[in-house]
């Protein structure tokens, strides 16, 4: 199936008008979806009740305000509501052009894809080569639903990505955790960067990743529909022990030869021991159970699904 466009746009490239539309780069209708049902296995229906009186009011009679204080609300007309929205634009004003990389991904939000639309096809491979070359993308403002947003456009080796960004005080700070940094030693970083070595890819293979949660999910409703009973699997038993305490140059050296490391041995009751200098390395970290498997690669030659598996992709 084609895909189908969200918006048509023109994105202002200096003098230059780049007409262009706009298409969702992610889709969401891949999650499995349940629905809630009654007794009967009818479908059920949402419903929305006065707090107050209990009876059910309809859509069409419903009022939007804003709480100002505790159960107290102003009031907005659909009119007010429509006049506080920004006025949708088809035209994306580039603002800047900064460096490619110079945007954390904690900032990115939704991603789209935006093509060249009729007579759009040489602005749009200018501005695509262009900031290729530079190594630079572009900041620009687009009003869209009611609500201005920033957004990077930056170049692919098949086009354009329109990323949405989010604003500063969507995004929370790292320094909000108060996380505790220790010191470590230099034969500890030593050994960390040695197991990074060991599994240094060159690039990010998303296709090399499948979704192992779907997978079991779809073939458990196979199972179901075919009139089969689910039975939930045994949870998987903790594999480093729980609250077991592990040397943790023992840990790195393990990870590098990929063996389990050994349990610390436990010294007898004493009284508590003087603080032990940061430049000494740490002697134990306590180590939480593994109730989860990491992502799995996807199999080079993936095996042979069900047809009823397939069907859903």
Same mark, same amino acid.
């Given at each position: ?24 780069? !992610? ?15 009818? /479908? ?27 159960? /107290? ?22 603002? #800047?052009? =900064? ?14 894809? +935006? ?15 262009? @900031? ?14 009611? /609500?201005?947003?920033?957004v990077q456009v930056r ?12 604003? #500063? ?23 960390? @960067?040695? =197991?990074i070595e060991q599994g ?20 458990? =409703? ?7 009973? +689910? ?9 480093? &022990?729980? &609250?077991?305490? +592990? ?18 041995? #436990? ?16 002697? &134990? ?8 498997k990491p992502a799995t ?7 042979? !699904? ?8």
């Open positions: 199936m084609a895909a189908r466009s969200i918006a048509s746009l023109s994105l202002s490239f200096g003098l230059v008008s780049i007409p262009v539309k706009l298409y969702a780069a !992610t889709e969401s209708s891949s999650d499995v979806r349940f629905h809630l049902l009654a007794p009967d296995g009818s /479908r059920v229906k949402q419903q929305y009740v006065s707090e107050k009186t209990g009876a059910v009011v309809e859509r069409s009679s419903m009022n939007k305000g804003y709480e100002f204080e505790r159960d /107290r609300f102003v009031v907005f007309t659909p009119d007010e509501l429509k006049a506080l929205e920004d006025s949708a634009s088809h035209v994306v004003e580039i603002m #800047a052009f =900064i460096p490619e990389k110079s945007v954390d991904p904690v900032f990115y939000d939704k991603a789209y894809y +935006i093509a060249p639309d009729k007579r759009g096809g040489k602005p749009y491979s200018l501005l695509q080569q262009a @900031l290729a070359e530079s190594g630079r993308c572009a900041l620009a403002k687009w009003a869209f639903r009611g /609500r201005t947003r920033i170049p692919e080796e098949g086009g354009l990505v329109f990323q949405q960004l989010l604003y #500063a005080d969507e995004v929370r700070s790292l320094g909000d955790l108060h996380i505790e940094h220790v010191e470590i030693s230099a034969s500890e970083l030593k050994l960390a @960067l040695q =197991i240094t890819e060159d690039n990010y293979d998303p296709a090399a990743y499948v979704d192992e949660e779907k997978q079991r999910i779809l073939a458990a =409703i196979d199972k179901k529909i075919e009139g089969k009973q +689910i039975v939930a699997n045994e949870p998987a038993e903790a594999t480093d &022990g729980g &609250g077991q305490v +592990i040397d943790l140059m023992e840990a790195l050296r393990a990870s590098l030869k990929g063996a389990k490391p050994k349990a610390a041995v #436990a010294a007898p009751a004493a009284p508590a021991a003087p603080k032990r200098k940061s430049a000494e390395p740490v002697a &134990g970290l306590p180590v939480a159970p593994r109730t989860r690669r996807a199999a080079k030659a993936p095996a042979e !699904t069900p047809a009823k598996v397939r069907a859903r992709k």
